[in-house]
C-alpha cells in the first residue's frame, strides 16, 4: 500500500507478521531490512505496522536496521548509547530529541543517481564526514551533559 507522506513524500506500509517476516502490501511481495533501508535511503516514507494489531512498529524496525548496519564501527560509542537510555525518560527529553535533529540538519542529505544512493563512505567526502560525525557525537555528549546538569 502506497500514499503520500507528510511532506509529498511517497510512503509505503510494511506489515510485520508474528514470524518477523515484513510485508509490502503495494508491491504484493515479502521485503527484507536490506529493502527497507533502501527505501527509506531513496527517500521513501516508510510505515511498519504489525500485522495482527496495527501497532506502529516503525520506530522499532528503524532502530533494527540502524544497528544491524553499525558493522562494529559504530556511528554512536557505547557511551552516547547508554546515556540516551538513561535520558529517554527525562523531563526534558523532546528539548534533547530537537538538538540531535538540528545537529542531523547540519549533514547534506544524500543524493541519488540511477537508483543508488551516494554515500559519504569513500572518496574525497570520507574525511570531512567522518569529522562532522565526530563533530555531532561530541555535540551529542555536550547536550547530555546540560540534561544531567539540568535534571540536578
Do not use: W
Not at 543524493?111 to 543508488?116: A, F, R, S, V
Amino acid at each position: 500500500m502506497t500514499e503520500l507522506g507528510e511532506v509529498g513524500r511517497p510512503s509505503v506500509i510494511i506489515r510485520k507478521y508474528a514470524n518477523r517476516r515484513l510485508y509490502d502490501a503495494g508491491r504484493s511481495r515479502y521485503v527484507t531490512l536490506d529493502d527497507v533501508a533502501a527505501m527509506v535511503g531513496a527517500g521513501t516514507r516508510v510505515r511498519v505496522l504489525a500485522a495482527g494489531s496495527g501497532a506502529d512498529l516503525t520506530r522499532q524496525v528503524l532502530a533494527q536496521i540502524f544497528f544491524e548496519g553499525e558493522n562494529g564501527d559504530g556511528l554512536l560509542d557505547e557511551g552516547v548509547l547508554t546515556r540516551l537510555i538513561q535520558l529517554r525518560r527525562h523531563p526534558e527529553r523532546g528539548v534533547l530529541s530537537r538538538h540531535i535533529t538540528q545537529a542531523l540538519d547540519t549533514f547534506p542529505r544524500p543524493k541519488t543517481t540511477g537508483g543508488e544512493v551516494v554515500t559519504f563512505t569513500g572518496g574525497p567526502a570520507a574525511g570531512p564526514a567522518r569529522a562532522r560525525i565526530d563533530a555531532l557525537q561530541a555535540r551529542l555528549r555536550r547536550l547530555i551533559g546540560e540534561a544531567d546538569r539540568t535534571r540536578k
